[in-house]
């Protein structure tokens, strides 16, 4: 079951950009934080940050800080990843979740969407 959807994603050359989305088709949608995680070819599932649905307070993972920015539109239920200077390094799934009984326990998630970023 697809709880949220991501999309953006795509292939780009490193120093590019994309911006990826993630809605939540639900009507009654009041997470505690929303997040974006990603899993390269090869790897685990790495977070890459967070956004407070209220507060809107980020948090980033040293990889992407300074070049990712997390935003959210309540009213969409929506979050985005703003993706700069991107580096083959992030080629990845990307994913977001949702967590609603406190942060880092997310039990909301989206399918993926891929990007692929060329040298």
């Known amino acids: 079951q697809v709880q949220l959807v991501e999309s953006g994603g795509g292939l780009v050359q490193a120093g590019g950009s994309l911006r990826l989305s993630c809605a939540a088709p639900?009507?009654?949608?009041?997470?505690?934080?929303m997040g974006w995680f990603r899993q390269g070819p090869g790897k685990e599932r790495e977070p890459v940050g967070r956004?407070?649905?209220?507060?809107?307070?980020?948090y980033y993972a040293d990889s992407v800080k300074g070049r990712f920015t997390i935003s959210r539109d309540n009213a969409k239920n929506t979050i985005y990843l703003q993706m700069n200077s991107l580096k083959p390094e992030d080629t990845a799934v990307y994913y977001c979740?949702?967590?609603?009984?406190?942060?880092?326990?997310?039990?909301?998630w989206g399918q993926g969407t891929q990007v692929t970023v060329s040298s």
């Open positions: 639900e009507r009654a949608f009041n997470p505690i934080a």
């Open positions: 956004i407070t649905w209220n507060g809107g307070n980020t």
């Open positions: 979740a949702a967590s609603f009984i406190t942060i880092e326990r997310w039990v909301f």
